[in-house]
C-alpha cells in the first residue's frame, strides 16, 4: 500500500478495519485493539536505518591537483607491504569489500494496558446485612472499580508509543428490565452520615422483589476513549468492558406487636 500507512482498529467483535489516508513512505505500521479488557498498540517500521525522506545530493568537491613537492601515493604497494602479496600490475578481477554499516530490516514496538474490574459495585453491600439482599424501595449507589484513566508507554529500538485510556461512562443494567447511564458515580461511604440517602450521582431504586431463587442478574459496562501517539501521530478508539453480579432483592416487613 505505497504512499499510505495503514491503520488496523479492533475493537469488539467483529473486528472493525480502518485504513486512513496517512502520508507516509509505505514502510511503517500502526495497529490498535481492544478488547476484553486489554488494549494495546504497535508499531512496526520496515528498514529503519534507511532515509525516511530524499536527501539532498552530494556536490562532489573539486579535485587538488598533487603539489609538485608531493610524490603520488602508492596505494597498491602499501597494500602489498600491510596485507598480502599483490601484483600492482595486474587488475585485480574481485572489488575489494568496503566495511560498513548494514541497517537492520525492521524495527517494533509494542505496548499495552489492562482496564479496571467493571464488575457492578452496589452500595449498601447486601452481603453484610443478616438477610444478604436488598430491600425494595431502599435506595442504593452504583459505581464501578477505580482508576478511571490510565495510561502506558513503552519503548524499543529507539520507538515509542504510548496509550492512554478515559473512563466516559457507565450503562448499568439492573436485571427488572431497567437500564441507567452514568457519567459520574460516587463510592458509598463506609460510614454514611444518613441511611436510605440516594446517590447524589448513580443510583437505583428496585421496585419489585426478585423471584426466590432467581436472583436479578446486574450487568456493568464501562465504555473507554483510548488514545494512542507514535511516530508524530496519534488517534483514537472507544471500547467497552462488561462485567455482573447476582442480587437478590425482597421486601422487609414489619411486625408490630400490641
Not at 489516508?21 to 512496526?44: T, W, Y
Not at 560498513?100 to 479496571?116: D, I, M
Not at 508507554?153 to 515509542?160: D, F, I, N, R, V
Request: aromatic share 6%.
Amino acid at each position: 500500500m505505497a504512499g499510505m500507512a495503514a491503520l488496523f482498529i479492533i475493537a469488539g467483535t467483529p473486528a472493525l478495519l480502518v485504513v486512513p489516508a496517512v502520508a507516509d513512505d509505505g514502510d511503517s505500521q500502526v495497529s490498535v485493539g481492544a478488547g476484553d479488557g486489554e488494549v494495546h498498540g504497535r508499531l512496526h517500521i520496515k528498514n529503519p536505518g534507511e532515509p525516511r525522506r530524499p536527501s539532498k545530493p552530494k556536490v562532489p568537491a573539486p579535485s587538488t591537483p598533487p603539489s609538485p613537492s608531493t610524490p603520488p601515493i602508492d596505494t597498491c604497494n602499501r597494500l602489498r607491504l600491510v596485507t598480502r602479496p599483490v601484483d600492482c600490475n595486474t587488475p585485480d578481477p574481485v572489488p575489494r569489500a568496503h566495511l560498513g554499516f548494514t541497517p537492520p530490516t525492521s524495527a517494533e514496538v509494542r505496548v499495552a494496558l489492562h482496564l479496571p474490574d467493571p464488575a457492578p459495585r452496589i452500595g449498601p453491600d447486601p452481603s453484610r446485612n443478616e438477610w444478604h439482599m436488598l430491600a425494595v424501595g431502599y435506595p442504593v449507589w452504583l459505581w464501578t472499580s477505580a482508576p478511571t484513566t490510565l495510561s502506558a508507554t513503552a519503548t524499543h529500538e529507539g520507538l515509542t508509543m504510548s496509550l492512554t485510556a478515559d473512563w466516559t461512562s457507565t450503562t448499568f443494567d439492573m436485571g427488572d428490565g431497567h437500564q441507567l447511564t452514568c457519567t459520574r458515580t460516587t463510592e458509598y461511604p463506609q460510614h454514611p452520615d444518613r441511611y436510605g440517602t440516594p446517590s447524589p450521582t448513580c443510583g437505583y431504586t428496585y421496585q419489585a422483589r426478585s423471584k426466590p431463587g432467581h436472583d436479578y442478574t446486574v450487568t456493568a459496562t464501562t465504555h473507554w476513549a483510548v488514545t494512542w501517539a507514535t511516530a508524530g501521530r496519534t488517534g483514537t478508539l472507544t471500547t467497552t468492558y462488561t462485567g455482573d453480579r447476582r442480587l437478590a432483592v425482597g421486601e422487609l416487613q414489619a411486625l408490630i406487636k400490641g
